[in-house]
């Protein structure tokens, strides 16, 4: 990813978002079977309030002693923003706070420092190239959108695109994903835009 060695073909890395239980139960011991390690992005204000039995928060988060347990077992820890809000729908002062509250949070209850950030949400609406200059320089090198593609030789690290698997799709859409069938969704990230700008997706 950061250019300075040649991938093996068809290499992939895989990240998970949000921090659920059922990643836990579902998606480590399937990963760990095959060997692979994977990006698991939480959201260290949820988790945290998690710890504090915040009645507000859905029980299906998982906590940190599971986040210490997949470190552990070899997995990356990593902040998906501080507490899942939009951080390119809010005043940047108050998203540089998130970022920085966040990977403080991490490092205190974990003793992670990652080069990882994902950003919530993430349309086009939701990040910038001023929050992706601050990432970096806050350490995060590698910051992941959710606008659909593949990380290709030249694409900017900043602001990296993913093959989106989203909860419920079968078996075929997954190959037909990762074949690269789906490679064009890009158009629509972008045709959606003005609507995602105005508030209205």
């Known amino acids: 990813m950061s250019g300075q060695c040649v991938a093996p073909k068809n290499a992939v890395l895989i990240t998970i978002d949000d921090g659920h239980k059922s990643i836990f139960d579902h998606a480590l011991p399937a990963l760990d079977e ?16 998690v710890a504090a039995r915040d009645r507000i928060v859905p029980a299906t988060l998982a906590n940190w002693d599971d986040l210490k347990q ?25 998203a540089i706070d998130e970022i920085r509250t966040a990977k403080t949070l991490l490092n205190t209850r974990l003793g992670v420092r990652t080069p990882f950030f994902s950003f919530p949400f993430g349309t086009l609406a939701d990040y910038s ?13 590698f910051n992941f959108t959710s606008t659909h593609g593949r990380c290709l030789p030249g694409t900017p690290t900043t602001l990296l695109p993913r093959l989106k698997i989203e909860n ?15 490679d064009h969704w890009c158009i629509v990230d972008r045709l959606l835009f003005p609507f995602q700008q105005r508030g209205m997706m």
């Open 70 to 94: 997949a470190h552990a077992m070899g997995h990356e820890i990593a902040p998906h923003g501080m507490s899942h809000r939009s951080l390119g729908r809010m005043p940047f002062s108050n």
């Open 168 to 182: 419920g799709e079968d078996k075929n859409l997954f190959i037909h994903i990762v074949k690269g069938y789906m």
């Open 34 to 49: 095959q060997h692979i390690s994977a990006v698991l992005f939480v959201c260290p204000g949820l988790i945290e309030a």
């Open 129 to 141: 190239t001023s929050l992706a200059s601050a990432l970096e320089a806050e350490g995060f090198r």
